[in-house]
C-alpha cells in the first residue's frame, strides 16, 4: 500500500475477516459482567438487494438453510425507508454462538455468490435491565465493530459507547475513528 | 479548610502535584538567576511584588471576575430553582454554600470564583440557563462546586505568581536598561535578565495551561461522582461546546462514501492542544465514559 499503488489504481481493499462475528459470543459475556448487558437474542445483516433471480435466489437459500436449523429460529426480511434489506434472525436470547453462527452464514452465503459489495453491516442488539439498549455493530467493509446506542430520536448516548468500546477493545477489533460510528436509526431490534 | 465528600483521584493529584513543584522550582530560579544577574537588591523586591500581585488577585478574584463577566449576585427568592439545586449539591457535598450569580449572557457558561470555599460565588449565564436542562445544570453545578471544593482559585493564583513576577521583571528590567543606557557595562546584565524572564514566562505559561487542564478533569470527576449522572455532564458538555458531536448522527445507510467523510478525526495534540486551559472534548468524555462504566458494574 504506498504511492506506487495509488498511481496505479491498485490498492488493495481493506480485508475483513467475517470470523470476527464468532468473537460476539465472549465479548457478550464480558458484557454482562462488566456492565449488566444481555443479547436480547435477534441479530441482523443489512444489505442491498440486487435486482434479478440470482439474488433472490440466494435470500431463498439463505433463509431456508437458517430455518433448517434444529433450533429453527424466527426469519423475517424486510425493506427500510433507505432501500436496504435487512434479514433480522429471532432466536434465543441464552444462545449468542447460534445467532451469531446464523449471521455469519448470511454474511458469507451473499459473499460467495458474488453479493460482497451489497453487504453493509450485521447487528447483534444487547439490552440492560434499565431499558438501555445499543446495537454492536460489524461494518462489512471495515471488518471493525462499533456500539450504537441511540437515546432518543436522534441523539446517541456518547458515554454508553465510549465505555462499551473501552471494554471490548480487548476482545474485539473496534473501529477506531469515532467518525466511522455512523448511526443505524430505527434498525430492528434497537 | 472545608471538608468535602468530593472523592480524590491519586493518578491526577500526583500530576498535579508535580506540575506545581515545577512552578515553584521555576518562581525559585528567576530569583536566583535575577540575583546572579542585576545584583541581589533587586531580586527580592520582584519576588515580593510577583507573590504581592497575585495576593491581590486571589483576594479579589470574586469580585474581580463577577465585574469581568457583568455578572450580579442573585438571591434564593430571584432564582429559587437554581438556589434550590445548589443546596442539595452542597448538602450531598457536605460544603458551605457559595453565593450564586446570573450574568446576562447568551454564550452558556458557567464559573466557580473566590479566595476559599467560604467567599466563593457561583456564576452561570443565561445562555446556560436556556440551553440546558434540569439535570445537566446540576451536572454543571457539581463541576463548579468541586471547582470551590478543590480551592482552584488559590491554586491557579500561587501557580501563576512565578509567570506574574517575571512578567513584572521584563518590565523592569527594560526601564532599569532605559535608565541606565549611559553605564556601558551593566547592559549584558540587563538583557541575561530580561531573556530569563522571557523564557521563565513562556515555560510558566505552558505548565500553567498544564494544571488548568488537569483541574478540569479532576473537577470533572468529581462532578460526576457528586451527581453519579456522568452522562448528564457528557450531554451538557457537547450541548456546550458546540463543536460537532463526538459521534455522527448520519445515519450509515444514507453514507455510504462514509469513507471519504469531510470532517477528519482529530489526531495528537498539536500547539493548541498544549495552550488550551481546558482538555479537549473527547478526552472529557472518555474519562466520563470510564466513570459511567464503574458506576454500572453489577453489583452481583
Known amino acids: 500500500m504506498g504511492l506506487w499503488e495509488a498511481l496505479r489504481a491498485r490498492t488493495q481493499p481493506k480485508r475483513n475477516n467475517l470470523d470476527a462475528l464468532f468473537l460476539v459470543p465472549s465479548a457478550a459475556i464480558t458484557l454482562q459482567t462488566a456492565l449488566g448487558f444481555e443479547p436480547t437474542g435477534t441479530g441482523s445483516v443489512c444489505y442491498r438487494s440486487a435486482a434479478g433471480a440470482a439474488f433472490a435466489q440466494t435470500q431463498d437459500d439463505v433463509v431456508a438453510l437458517i430455518r433448517d436449523d434444529a433450533e429453527a429460529p424466527e426469519v423475517t426480511v424486510t425493506q427500510d425507508d433507505f432501500g436496504f434489506t435487512w434479514l433480522v434472525v429471532e432466536g ?5 454462538s447460534g445467532l451469531c453462527t446464523d449471521l455469519h452464514a448470511v454474511n458469507t452465503t451473499l459473499e460467495l455468490n ?30 471493525t465493530f462499533y456500539p450504537f446506542a441511540p437515546s432518543g430520536e436522534q441523539s446517541r448516548d456518547t458515554l454508553l459507547e465510549l465505555s462499551v468500546r473501552d471494554l471490548l477493545a480487548a476482545e474485539l477489533p473496534m473501529e477506531p475513528d469515532l467518525q466511522r460510528w455512523l448511526a443505524v436509526w430505527k434498525a430492528p431490534g434497537l | 479548610m472545608a471538608t468535602s465528600r468530593f472523592i480524590k483521584d491519586t493518578g491526577l493529584t500526583a500530576r498535579m502535584t508535580l506540575t506545581m513543584f515545577l512552578l515553584g522550582a521555576l518562581f525559585v530560579g528567576l530569583v536566583v538567576g535575577v540575583i546572579y544577574a542585576v545584583g541581589p537588591g533587586y531580586a527580592p523586591i520582584i519576588a515580593v511584588a510577583g507573590i504581592g500581585v ?3 488577585q486571589w483576594w479579589s478574584s470574586d ?5 469581568a463577566m457583568r455578572a450580579r449576585e442573585v438571591t434564593p427568592e430571584e432564582a429559587p430553582e437554581l438556589h434550590g439545586m445548589i443546596d442539595r449539591l452542597c448538602a450531598l457535598a457536605d460544603m458551605p454554600k457559595p453565593r450564586v450569580g446570573i450574568a446576562d449572557m447568551s454564550v452558556p457558561n458557567a464559573f466557580a470564583t473566590g479566595r476559599s470555599p467560604d467567599r466563593a460565588v457561583v456564576c452561570v449565564t443565561t445562555g446556560i440557563l436556556q440551553t440546558l436542562e434540569t439535570h445537566e445544570l446540576e451536572a454543571v453545578l457539581a463541576h463548579e462546586l468541586s471547582h470551590v471544593a478543590h480551592r482552584d482559585v488559590l491554586v491557579m493564583t500561587v501557580a501563576s505568581s512565578a509567570g506574574i513576577a517575571a512578567g513584572l521583571m521584563m518590565r523592569g528590567a527594560q526601564y532599569g536598561a532605559m535608565g541606565r543606557s549611559r553605564n556601558n557595562s551593566a547592559l549584558p546584565a540587563v538583557l541575561v535578565a530580561i531573556l530569563v524572564s522571557l523564557v521563565v514566562y513562556a515555560v510558566s505559561f505552558v505548565l500553567l495551561r498544564l494544571l488548568s487542564r488537569y483541574r478540569e478533569l479532576s473537577a470533572d470527576r468529581a462532578g460526576a461522582y457528586l451527581t453519579l449522572k456522568p452522562s448528564a455532564l457528557a450531554t451538557a458538555l457537547q450541548k456546550i461546546s458546540g463543536e460537532a458531536a463526538l459521534t455522527p448522527r448520519d445515519d450509515l445507510r444514507s453514507n455510504p462514501a462514509s469513507a471519504l467523510c469531510i470532517v477528519p478525526a482529530l489526531r495528537g495534540a498539536g500547539l493548541g492542544g498544549l495552550l488550551a486551559t481546558h482538555p479537549p472534548l473527547q478526552q472529557r468524555l472518555e474519562q466520563l465514559a470510564r466513570i459511567q462504566a464503574e458506576l454500572s458494574r453489577p453489583a452481583g
Open chain 2, 54 to 56: 497575585a495576593f491581590w
Open chain 2, 63 to 67: 469580585k474581580v471576575a463577577m465585574r
Open chain 1, 114 to 143: 458474488g453479493f460482497e459489495g451489497g453487504l453493509l453491516c450485521s447487528m447483534v442488539p444487547f439490552a440492560n435491565a434499565s431499558g438501555q439498549r445499543f446495537g454492536l455493530t460489524y461494518l462489512y467493509k471495515q471488518g
Open chain 1, 92 to 96: 434465543d436470547a441464552s444462545d449468542p
